[in-house]
């Protein structure tokens, strides 16, 4: 079982870019979390996926988007990026809302 | 509002010392929490959560309503111990609020 795969696993983008960061679930998972972890801080919650629907959302802008697919796989999208989206994005998968949680590795994003 | 702060940013020990990494929680109704360690170059993973119990690694967390607290504590650090713990809140659907997280140095 490989877990929670993220993917890239770094990044550069230019400010005013568009990026698209994807994360698969641990297998058996139906439901996915992402979170931003600017440096020297705790993970920051940005939205819940479960059955395709974002189901809560964080205290972060329309800028940030993300989609869940029928294999539960999940994007965010990041449009318009300022020099303040450089952070490293989380995945975190679980069964059900509510469970415990299994985080990915992260990606690692620059925006210059 | 839903809050976990973890005071010390930085907590130096010497192996064999005796550990307490403070979290402390804003929420109202009944908590779900929990700890999570980051190991050098690893991902983030569950270390224990309240409901369980249960002490893993020699780490042990008591829930305290009365003082909104839920510290972790290990009698006896080992140098393999050093690594960023972050406590977190289980809100109710699952979103988990972390703390800004301590790092445990345990030297030799």
């Known amino acids: 079982d490989a877990g929670v795969t993220q993917s890239p696993t770094h990044l550069i983008k230019t400010r005013g870019q568009q990026v698209t960061l994807r994360c698969s679930p641990k297998?058996?998972?139906?439901?996915v979390s992402w979170y931003q972890q600017a440096l020297g801080q705790g993970p920051q919650f940005i939205f819940q996926?479960?059955?395709?629907?974002?189901?809560q959302r964080g205290n972060f802008p329309d800028r940030f988007s993300g989609h869940q697919f029928p294999n539960y796989s999940s994007e965010l999208n990041v449009n318009a990026l300022l020099l303040g989206d450089s952070a490293l994005y989380l995945c975190a998968s679980s069964l059900k809302p509510g469970s415990s949680y299994t985080f990915g590795s992260g990606t690692r994003l620059t925006v210059v | 509002a839903q809050r976990v702060t973890q005071p010390e940013k930085l907590l130096s020990v010497f192996k064999g010392a005796p550990v307490e990494l403070k979290c402390n929680y804003s929420y109202s109704g009944s908590p779900e929490l929990f700890w999570y360690v980051q190991y050098s170059r690893q991902r983030l993973q569950l270390l224990l959560r309240?409901?369980s119990r249960e002490s893993i690694k020699g780490f042990t967390a008591d829930l305290n309503k009365g003082e909104t607290s839920f510290h972790l504590k290990k009698p006896f650090a080992q140098e393999e111990d050093s690594a960023m713990y972050y406590c977190?809140?289980?809100?109710?659907?699952?979103?988990?609020?972390f703390g800004q997280g301590t790092e445990l140095s345990v030297k030799p």
């Open positions: 309240h409901i």
């Open positions: 297998s058996g998972h139906d439901t």
């Open positions: 996926y479960y059955e395709e629907e974002e189901r």
């Open positions: 977190a809140l289980y809100n109710q659907g699952g979103k988990l609020i």
